[in-house]
Structure formats: structure tokens, C-alpha cells
């Protein structure tokens, strides 16, 4: 069965303390990854896609990576503007994407 | 959200009452999609078009139905409500032509709120 996990589910920094945050899979077929952003009351945000193993895209103080089982979205540095759930989600040979549950992440000044 | 918008942003029904929720576009998108986002189980997909008439099913359709009489317009229906369909919906729309294209991308409209007493 495709599932894709994201870890941790919450996580908090302090302002200039960088992390990672992980999407593991299991899909046959990846046709493509995507990261959103999803503020409070609002629809996910598109940030990136990566489409095969090693490729890695970056944005301001965010950069994703994908390897054959996973992607990880590094924050540099974060801010309090950073504040958001990142959801991840896989395009695999169907018509949908799957997403995962999201983490949620609280930078403090 | 440009291009997408849902209605009503947010609604309070009684339990065995319909309820439509709408979802309009102006990309021209071919694919458009109903999801709805619970506390612990993420965005769950309940049904997408591919077309004007062509709609398939999701992973949590039981309880909805859904109609594109239109390019612009996508309905998702809840005949009877129960409160276990009380959630926010949210509507996506995509251009879907083929893999590793960027138009794979979903655009998220900013989501309808459902509660179901």
C-alpha cells in the first residue's frame, strides 16, 4: 500500500536554530514529490517538486532533498515567519496525491 | 488563492440535512479534486474530475457525491450529513499532463468549514 510518514510531527526552534524535517515513502511508482506550506486557516502552499533521487531544490531558508526512500526539507536559520505545517506529498501512477500528516513547526524569537 | 475559490467558506448544518459545497476555477484546468483535512489523519482525497461528467472515486468517498457540469465548476454533495463529516474541505485543481511535470502541481483553494451538529 503507498504511504508516505512524516516526522517529527511537531517540532519547535528558536530563531537561527536550522533542522530538518523528514517525508519517508513507500509508492510505486513516484512520479514526483511536493512540499506545501500550510498557514493557520488557509489552503497547503506549493514550495517545491522533485522528480528522482539526488535532486535537490532550494528557496530562501529552505532546501528539499529527495533520495529513493525519503526527502528531507532543511530550514537554514529559520524565522518566526517560518511558523507553518509543511505537508509533503508523493505523485505516484494513479490520478491523485497522497499526502502525509504534516509537521508542524513553531520558530520563537 | 487566485484562480480557485470555495463556497461558503464556512457553514453549521444539523445532522440528516444535504449540504453542497462549491468549487470554482478560472485556469481551465482539467483536473479538479475534493479533499478534506482532519486532525490526525492529514488530507484525505474524496473525489476528483477529469473532466466535464468524468468523476472517480477516493480513498474516503462513502457519504459524498460530486458533479462537473462544467469546466469552472466542481460540486461535492453531502446527501445526509453526519457529524463525522464535519472537517474543512479544501478543492485543488491541476493541469495533470503527464509524469515529472511540473503542472502535476495542486492549487488549493482556501478551504470550506463544515460543521455538523
Known amino acids: 500500500e503507498d504511504q508516505v510518514t512524516q516526522s517529527p510531527e511537531a517540532l519547535r526552534l528558536q530563531e537561527g536554530e536550522s533542522s530538518s524535517l523528514n517525508c519517508s515513502y513507500t509508492v510505486s511508482g513516484l512520479r514526483g514529490l511536493f512540499w506545501y506550506r500550510q498557514d493557520p486557516g488557509k489552503g497547503p502552499e506549493f514550495l517545491f517538486t522533485?522528480?528522482?533521487a539526488g535532486e535537490e531544490k532550494e528557496k530562501e531558508r529552505l532546501k528539499a532533498t529527495l533520495t529513493k526512500k525519503e526527502s528531507f526539507l532543511h530550514i537554514t536559520a529559520p524565522k518566526p515567519e517560518d511558523s507553518a505545517t509543511y505537508l509533503c506529498?508523493?505523485?505516484?501512477?494513479?490520478?491523485?496525491?497522497?499526502f502525509g500528516k504534516g509537521t508542524t513547526l513553531s520558530v520563537s524569537s | 488563492d487566485a484562480g480557485i475559490t470555495q463556497s461558503p467558506r464556512h457553514k453549521v448544518t444539523e445532522t440528516g440535512t444535504p449540504v453542497t459545497l462549491r468549487c470554482h476555477q478560472t485556469?481551465?484546468?482539467?483536473?479538479m479534486y475534493w479533499y478534506r483535512q482532519d486532525p490526525g489523519h492529514g488530507l484525505r482525497l474524496i473525489h476528483y474530475s477529469y473532466g466535464v461528467k468524468d468523476t472517480d472515486k477516493g480513498e474516503v468517498s462513502d457519504g459524498y457525491s460530486v458533479s462537473r457540469s462544467k469546466t469552472e465548476d466542481f460540486l461535492l454533495t453531502l446527501e445526509s450529513a453526519t457529524s463525522s463529516q464535519t472537517s474543512v474541505y479544501f478543492c485543488a485543481i491541476s493541469a495533470r499532463q503527464g509524469a515529472n511535470s511540473g503542472a502535476n502541481v495542486l492549487t488549493f483553494g482556501a478551504g470550506s468549514r463544515l460543521t455538523v451538529l
Open positions: 522533485l522528480y528522482s
Open positions: 506529498a508523493v505523485d505516484r501512477a494513479g490520478t491523485a496525491l497522497i
Open positions: 485556469e481551465n484546468h482539467r483536473y
